[in-house]
């Protein structure tokens, strides 16, 4: 028998994205109790991949979220990417997170601040 376990990410009912985490093989015949479920191994190896494989997906959403300006809706540039480690109980997840350089927003118009340095002088 063969056993496989998937992430799958939804969105309204709509699937986004599926990774298989894991594949696991068992003999279909004599099970005794040592081959019955996952061994601790297999169980804390599935649960950190699945733990990687739904903070990956939910930086990834996070990030789309917030690339947008909220004031005038423009996609903001990149600033820098850095690695961040998050720490869970299955162990550290590295991620690569964005900075973006927030937009310099007033009524009449929307820049990014390096563009327009004097206006920025003005505002201070």
Same mark, same amino acid.
């Given at each position: 028998?063969?056993? #496989?376990?998937?992430? *799958?990410? #939804? ?17 279909? /015949?004599?099970?005794?109790? *040592? ?5 601790? *191994?297999?169980?804390? /190896?599935?649960?950190?991949? &699945?733990?990687? $494989?739904?903070?990956?997906?939910? &930086? ?16 903001? #540039? ?5 690695? =961040?480690?998050?720490? /869970?109980?299955?162990?550290? &997840? ?16 929307? =820049? ?5 340095? $004097? ?6």
């Amino acid at each position: 028998m063969e056993f #496989r376990i998937l992430v *799958e990410v #939804r969105l309204a009912g709509r699937v986004l994205d599926r990774q298989l985490v894991a594949q696991v093989e068992r003999e279909g /015949t004599g099970i005794g109790p *040592e081959a019955i479920g996952l061994t601790l *191994e297999e169980g804390k /190896t599935v649960l950190s991949q &699945v733990q990687a $494989g739904v903070i990956h997906r939910q &930086v990834e959403a996070l990030q789309a979220a917030h690339r947008k300006c909220l004031q005038c809706g423009r996609k903001q #540039r990149i600033k820098d990417r850095r690695r =961040r480690c998050l720490r /869970t109980i299955f162990g550290v &997840v590295r991620v690569s997170c964005r900075r973006y350089l927030r937009c310099l927003y007033l009524p009449f118009i929307c =820049r990014y601040p390096f563009a327009m340095p $004097g206006l920025v002088k003005i505002l201070d």
